[in-house]
């Protein structure tokens, strides 16, 4: 008795997006991605949002950003700040740099808008060293002095540019970037818009020599190809 064949089942046509449709989810797609890159802050949602700087009422409320006051308790007041008028000392620190900085403390209508403003000193020959801002780019306009500055891209390309009074460079979010002081005898000025409330700052060498715990000598050692020593005068130098 011969079997018949079993027949074989048709497959089942697998479901095609229109060309149209694959497109418009891409630009979509796109156009959230690129939204999220190019954003530094979240955009406030009412006209403005008075830091809270008693915080009483806040003290165990942790938000990103800090929290506002009724807005009809708004002053004039709020939206003012003396605080970059006052030169910072220099000479406190061993690379020879001050940053005053207007933050939601000194100037609370700040708050949520997303910007930062920086009065820099350096003395004669000081180096503001090679640090980043994770969270934002910068604008840095010089108002007196002489200053080298430059970046470093991810391709460890350096730019760097010799300012003069009056002129302006920007420092791309996150990449490494210096100012320094070319005036022997003269202090430079020089103010910095940053697109964040809270840029945060890193820099490259307390990064590696000075951390909480410390890193690991054998760490450094093979990073920076140094020895033992060399690790222990550079932290020295550097608790100036």
Known sequence: MTTAPTP??????????????ILILSCIAVGFLWGGLVKADP???????????????????????VACIN?????VSHFTT?????????????FGFSITVTN?????????????????????NGLVP?????????????LKGSVLVGFIDTSNRLFTQQLRVGDSFVFPKGM??????????????????????NPGTQISSMAAFATKPPLPDEVLQVAFQINGQDIARIRRNLRG
């Open 130 to 142: 090679l640090h980043s801002h994770p969270r934002a780019s910068e604008v840095a306009t010089l």
């Open 8 to 21: 074989t089942p048709t497959p089942t046509p697998t479901p095609t997006s229109p060309p149209h449709l």
């Open 71 to 75: 807005p009809e308790l708004a002053k």
């Open 104 to 124: 939601s403390m000194n100037l609370p209508g700040l708050n949520t808008m997303g910007l930062t403003m920086e009065r820099v000193d350096i003395k004669p």
């Open 82 to 94: 003396s605080e970059l008028s006052k030169p910072g000392n220099a000479t406190a620190k061993p």
């Open 43 to 65: 955009e406030p949602l009412q006209d403005y949002c008075i830091a809270d700087r008693k915080g009483s009422e806040t003290e165990n409320l942790f938000i990103n950003g």
């Open 176 to 197: 490494m970037h210096f100012l320094y002081n070319l005036e022997r005898s003269g202090s430079a000025l020089v103010l910095s818009g940053l697109n964040s409330q």
